[in-house]
């Protein structure tokens, strides 16, 4: 019910948009709408796929794919951790609007049922919706004591979905829910699951008489890994341990002690993700589909790197993260950093419809612009009663410029912990990046508290124009360009902070 009040609200609005603008005298001739496929990676870095330069990692099914369209390099997630980045690219706002401030359940954070969502708002354009895999946005479990909003709430007709990664492991994966009912184990690789109950559905089980929106959530890259041994042995040998050598892995420090004999895994792991996807096209080309769908290849933040244990608690000291040999190219910084190298990452678009192949884009696109630009090729309108901090990237698919309207914050909550010292946001401005850090946490005040008080202290510049590694330190040389991004930061910080939930004074009334 509350899904069907939603679109209605939002059909209404548009309706009555369209109404406002509508000629009598004029009759358009309306572009048949394409279909929208988004396929979502986990923790895959920019630089591991054979497209973007990476030495060692074989991926021709992704490389073929990026040949038949665009080839997006400045593309980035819309958070560098994962909830956020996944609540970003369904509502097109910077997350910590939506109160992603950290992952799902952090302090009772979950996606309201008052977002609206891609989903919502191509099934008021006629679309019919579907979502597969790595939810991460809410508990999805009938188990679960909080009754929060599932991908049905949130404007999915079809949903196969898991609240969580694969941590048991990605082989036989026990705790998928098909539109809200338990499934039970399923034989096979989460990828692999994936891409047949897709593939069923595209098959089988849509109106096919409808437009239709699938979001593909692998869990893979993420850890723990653990491929089919045809996969990993492609890289047990010498003239890979040679060219792992060449990788700098942003610039982080790696263990002091060896982990090499587990490269394999990881390598063969994004190998096997691309087999996964190659079978998802196959059945996109059998239902003669391709024409006329526009298929979004990328990843919900950069790659996750391994840490000194010694140094690390909690969920941080997971022996798994000995595994993972994801690769951000020459940008600075892995997952969570608000460097490059925690948001850059892989993006290829392919619509043979509009988009000319063998192309290749330096625009800058975020995650946050999908929803826009799926509204425009949708042909509907956007709300006008919420904040979006995404644009139309259609025009950069095209090779064309955006006009983007502000700049785009990335935001991690760095505190305590000695491994995570690291800057709390980075702020885009054309070719320039404003850092900045917050003020030091206390131990008496929460990580919640803290956010929602403070406002950046310090800052460093980069311009990656020059300086794509982000190694020199403008701030102290360019202070006249500091003085003038530092209030752009401050006020759009605070604008986005100040319009998240405060989930803890929230859960305070809720308990009363």
């Excluded at 973007?52 to 990692?57: E, F, K, L």
């Excluded at 019919?128 to 991460?136: L, R």
């Excluded at 990328?298 to 690390?312: A, I, R």
């Amino acid at each position: 019910m509350r899904t069907e009040i939603k679109i209605a609200l939002v059909s209404f609005l548009i309706i009555a948009l369209s109404l406002t603008s509508c000629n009598s005298k004029e009759t358009k001739t309306k572009e048949i709408k394409p279909n929208i496929i988004i396929y979502l990676t986990d923790d895959l870095g920019y630089g591991d796929l054979g497209c973007y330069g990476n030495p060692i990692i074989s991926t021709p099914a992704i490389d073929k794919f990026a040949s038949e369209g665009v080839l997006l390099t400045d593309v980035h997630s819309a958070g560098t951790v994962c909830s956020p980045s996944r609540a970003g690219l369904l509502t097109g706002k910077n997350p910590y609007r939506s109160g992603f401030y950290y992952l799902q359940g952090f302090a009772g954070t979950h996606l309201r049922d008052s977002e609206v969502t891609i989903a919502e708002l191509l099934k008021s354009g006629g679309y019919e919706t579907a979502f597969m895999g790595k939810w991460h946005l809410s508990r999805l479990e009938k188990t679960s004591k909080a009754k929060e909003p599932n991908p049905g709430d949130q404007g999915f007709d079809y949903w196969f979905a898991s609240t969580h990664n694969a941590y048991e492991g990605p082989q036989n994966f026990r705790k998928f829910i098909r539109n809200g009912e338990d499934v039970g184990e399923v034989s096979g690789w989460y990828c692999d699951v994936l891409t047949q109950e897709a593939s069923d559905w595209l098959t089988h089980k849509r109106d096919k008489s409808k437009p239709f929106l699938l979001i593909v959530s692998t869990h893979e890259p993420h850890t723990p890994l653990a491929p089919p041994e045809d996969y990993s042995d492609l890289y047990n040998n010498a003239l890979v341990d040679s060219l792992e050598q060449s990788i700098s892995y942003g610039g982080i420090a790696r263990p002091d002690y060896d982990i090499s004999q587990n490269k394999k895994e990881y390598y063969g792991t994004v190998s096997q993700l691309d087999k996964a996807f190659e079978n998802l096209l196959i059945t996109v080309d059998a239902e003669n589909l391709t024409e006329n769908t526009m298929v979004i290849f990328t990843s919900d933040n950069g790659p996750e790197s391994p840490v000194n244990l010694e140094e690390s608690q909690g969920e941080w000291a997971a022996p798994t993260r000995d595994f993972c040999f994801g690769n951000p190219g020459i940008y600075r910084g892995m997952k969570r950093f608000p460097y490059e190298g925690g948001h850059r990452v892989p993006g290829i678009v392919r619509y043979p419809a509009k988009i000319p192949a063998g192309t290749t884009s330096d625009e800058m696109v975020v995650a946050t612009d999908f929803i826009a630009t799926a509204a425009k090729l949708a042909q509907v309108q956007l709300p006008n009663n919420i904040n979006f901090d995404g644009t139309n990237a259609l025009p950069a698919f095209l090779g064309q410029k955006i006009e983007r309207e502000k700049p785009y914050l990335w935001i991690f909550p760095a505190h305590e912990d000695s491994y995570f010292r690291m800057p709390h946001m980075a702020m885009r401005y054309n070719d320039l990046t404003l850092i900045g850090w917050l003020p030091e946490k206390t131990k008496e005040r929460s990580i919640m508290e803290w956010m929602k008080t403070s406002t950046p202290v310090r800052f460093a510049l980069y311009n990656l124009a020059n300086d794509p590694e982000q190694q020199n330190d403008l701030a102290t040389t360019e202070q006249d360009i500091v003085a003038k991004l530092k209030p752009i930061m401050i006020s759009q910080w605070k604008e986005i902070r100040d319009e998240g939930p405060y989930w803890e004074k929230l859960n305070k009334v809720a308990k009363k």
